[in-house]
DNA sequence: CGGCATCCGGGAAGATACTG
DNA sequence: CAGTATCTTCCCGGATGCCG
């Protein structure tokens, strides 16, 4: 039993804030510390365990995500829940507000995306890809169309729904879905931003597509990158 | 004359970046370093030299902003110029690209002000203040009236333009303009979000209000600041 | 196993002094 | 004025270990 870590947070003179009225300045004392943004990520699509999450997080160390975990609560942000019996196991939820920075990270994704550096081989977590498809919709390309998709992406299971250009993405069985996607994120991620055709995928083995594949071959144009920005000299 | 600091950015395997695919993950790789937003809030209204932005992010150190300068120019957010003589000196500015993060650090910087930690009676830049009436604009509020409204703040001096709910906001010379602001950044701030009443401002010499007063007592209900989330425990 | 504390090495950030 | 050099401090990342 240690006696002296009051989690020494102690209110010294500045720890390390930009004593800074501007809004987006505290918004970066909120969540500008490593990995912050990105554990709101992956809680975007709902709660998740400890463990859940450092998982989807590959590089982030135990310690970092206690204390992130720690630091958002503590901003109001995240809280911790004990999900009811018989489950009974501890996860980390976002609270309202949390939940209203979707659209920010989202539009900071679509921005990114234009930089010549990005580089969209790299692993993908299955949040990240339910996202994707929220922040770089295009209502015009698909207005018409009511289709239900699912995938299943590991432990992780989603359903999209398309209905009069919006899409709607939930945790749930994909059982019953027009169309199901199963393999890895970033197998889907090839298809949709990579142009790799989905033949060769299926090829490969990386991603298997069961249902209407008619609406498959569709699906995988209603997302197109925005155009790259110069490259720097 | 050092002879080996080839500034070692060399490629080492991985110099610290989320290995993601994700948009958002990108995005901090470009401006997650810490003060790289802030550089870039503060070229959002325009060129400035280094010993202005230095002036304007108190706190901030002079190799940090070097190392922020260089790697926003090396991600193509920023490019370095020479303005033509006579006035011949080197300012950073944002590139185009740069320029479209700015309705992202809005919505970032509006959704942060729900924080209740969040302080507006810290110290506030001049670019802060005019982005801020951008980012928190209410177009139902003034979408009668046009008029024209001046801030001299310090070094700088901004003119707004207020027509049919939108606002514009240029560097410039007040002069001519409906009503003119003189004072500190904060003081403004204090006004219009912390409900300071402006003759107590007056009075105190922390604000000096030129022409239209009744435009003044009007415009500075312009900008409500939305509901604090709840406080965490 | 999930959650959290401890110790340690490397590297980024902060402060200050210095140079062209 | 526009940075660079240097030193210190602190955060991050990884490993280990404790406890429920």
Redesign the pocket.
């Known amino acids: 039993m240690?006696l002296q870590?009051i989690?020494d947070s102690e209110n010294g003179p500045s720890?390390?804030r930009y004593e800074d009225a501007c809004g987006t300045a505290h918004a970066l004392d909120l969540i500008g510390?490593?990995?912050a943004l990105l554990v709101m990520r992956e809680l975007m699509m709902g709660p998740k365990?400890?463990?859940d999450l450092r998982a989807d997080l590959p590089?982030?160390?135990?310690?970092?995500l206690?204390?992130r975990?720690?630091g958002l609560e503590a901003a109001g942000i995240v809280v911790?829940r004990q999900l009811p019996p018989p489950a009974a196991?501890?996860?980390y939820e976002l609270t309202e507000w949390g939940y209203q920075s979707k659209p920010i990270m989202g539009a900071l994704g679509r921005w990114a995306t234009r930089s010549p550096l990005h580089d969209p081989t790299l692993h993908l977590s299955a949040v990240s890809l339910m996202l994707s498809f929220q922040a770089m919709n295009q209502p015009a390309r698909h207005k018409d169309l009511t289709a239900t998709i699912g995938f299943r992406l590991g432990r992780e299971s989603y359903v999209l729904r398309l209905e009069e250009g919006a899409i709607d993405a939930t945790r749930g069985d994909p059982d019953g879905a027009d169309l199901v996607f199963t393999g890895a994120a970033r197998a889907v991620a090839a298809a949709v931003y990579g142009g790799v055709p989905l033949a060769t995928l299926e090829a490969e083995g990386a991603l298997a597509i069961a249902g209407d594949h008619i609406l498959a071959e569709r699906f995988i144009t209603f997302f197109p990158l925005p155009p790259k920005a110069p490259q720097p000299v």
């Open positions: 240690k870590n989690t720890r390390r510390e490593r990995w365990r400890f463990g590089g982030i160390s135990a310690n970092v206690t204390q975990l720690e911790k196991v501890q996860v």
